[in-house]
């Protein structure tokens, strides 16, 4: 299914959820509508181009995007240019600048510019990797 637009792609909310499980999904613009994606079994996309994407949860296995706004983040691997988060519970990170609540960890590495916990007992750490800080 391709939608051409916002008003084509908000038809499909149901009980606002965006159930993406049956078909295939191909947004060719910048996606602004108020509703929940679940069921989203595999998320395919040759190229993601967003500035932002404001959300409550996200739950992937690659995230390539210029800056992430997102109350908890849970990937397997995250691939961006600034991360804004409160919590974030990754496989692997791999970002120019991360700033996050309380809580930044990674199972294997976090690699990035900057790594900054904006409350004063926050904690970074990776549980069998390392932290890299590349300048």
């Known amino acids: 299914m391709k939608p051409k637009n916002n008003e084509e792609l ?7 959820v965006l159930d993406c499980k049956e078909e295939d999904l191909i947004c060719d613009f910048n996606i602004d509508i108020d509703a929940d994606i679940i069921n989203a079994w595999d998320i395919k996309a040759w190229d993601i181009n ?15 995007a210029r800056g992430i ?12 240019m ?21 809580i930044c960890f990674a199972y294997k590495n ?18 069998d990797g390392k932290i890299k800080i590349k300048r």
Do not use: M, P
């Not at 706004?69 to 961006?80: F, G, Q, S, V």
């Not at 600034?82 to 309380?102: E, P, Q, V």
């Not at 976090?110 to 549980?127: D, P, T, V």
């Open 10 to 16: 908000k038809k499909l909310v149901k009980n606002n």
């Open 50 to 64: 967003a500035l932002d994407i404001n959300s409550g949860d996200i739950k992937a296995r690659d995230i390539k």
């Open 69 to 80: 706004k997102a109350w908890n983040i849970n990937a397997l691997d995250i691939k961006a």
């Open 82 to 102: 600034n991360i804004n988060a409160l919590d974030i519970k990754a496989w692997d990170i791999k970002a120019r600048n991360i700033s996050y609540h309380a």
């Open 110 to 127: 976090i690699i990035c510019k900057s790594i900054k916990g904006r409350r004063e007992n926050a904690k970074h750490f990776c549980l």
